[in-house]
């Protein structure tokens, strides 16, 4: 099957040719013929799988057809990173179409985006907040949109956009398509699709489970011992991308840190920097300026690197939707990818639900030429490092519990 077959506008085929699209992906084979007849969408897909495009697409075709220079579609993604990225693709995809998108999100000046609004525009891909500061400085008008996509829905909801999703609703027509998008299926997603969504079509792809193209392995480890393990990983992903999660800001920085300091070509994601510094390490880790890239899970949001080879879980997720969501940021576009996790005594709870999540028990890995009885500095301030094994040939201590 080809793009062809879709029957998209000349235009809009065009730049789909020229990005070198040639065969759809399982989610765009389902979802673009249900969106160019004008159904709902209940899109179920995990990162990576090409949701993007499978409603950029039908977006482009339809807004073909119709008045130029007003709203008709709104796109609302949960950072400014993704609605970044979906604005290129909509650039990209629709590069003959004449049609005009703009972004309108928090951290940057208001001004250019009030503009931009002002000058005529068919689609806008926003983030909550600031879209409803544009509507109650009456400078965006919701009043003839057509298309309404809720990108990321889970996401969205971790992190406490909900409200702000309600209060915007309350601004749209009643008469409307609407397409609503998630990686994850928890309850709270369930009654939002049940309000929003007229007579839906549900297009699944790999509900709930981790990517197939992704191998997983666990690394029992001492948690004063985390860094010097990383330092110890590190150079076996040769010269391939690596993402490496955090559970907290202060420790992706620190971490970071550690790591340029040791020779990497590092840089941290993390929710203190300014927009024009995290715009500056996204585009570095994309570039290969920078190989390693430490984030935290709200930071992370949007990352959209298809050559990340390794994803290396410094802390463990808080949940097996928190885990798909990372590990998602690899093996990506049919590429193969490795997820390693760094577990502790006290993380037993999320191993077994990993497990669960895999299927399967996931493989328990230790290294040969490393120290696990390193003892933990007196020194807060001091990162223990690994000592090689004793000459006599004994193993060094390892965790025992994740090995029974």
Known sequence: MNFQLFQLHPDVASGVAAAGFVTPTPIQKEAIPAITSGKDIMGIAQTGTGKTAA??????????????????????????????????????????????????????????????????????????????????RRSVDLSRLEVLVIDEADQMFDMGFFPDIRRILNHLPRQRQTLLFSATMPSEIRRLAKEILERPVTVQIGMSAPVKTVSHALYPVPSHLKTALLMKILPAAGNGSVLVFTRTKHRAKRLGEQLVRAGYRATALQGNLSQGKRQAAMDGFRNGRFKVLVATDIAARGIDVSRVTHVINYDVPATPDAYIHRIGRTGRAEHTGDAFTFVTDSDMIMVYAIDRVIGSRVERRTLADFNYGTPASRNPGTRSVPRRAPASGRAPARPSRFHR
């Open 55 to 136: 409603f950029v697409l039908p977006i482009l075709h339809r807004l073909m057809q119709g008045p130029r220079g007003r709203l008709r579609a709104l796109i609302i993604a949960p950072t400014r990173e993704l609605a970044e990225q979906t604005h290129e693709a909509i650039r990209t995809l629709g590069r003959r179409t004449g049609l005009r998108s703009a972004t309108v999100y928090g951290g940057v000046a208001i001004s250019p985006q009030m503009s931009a609004l002002k000058r005529g525009v068919d689609i806008v891909v926003a983030c909550p907040g600031r879209l409803l500061d544009h509507i109650n």
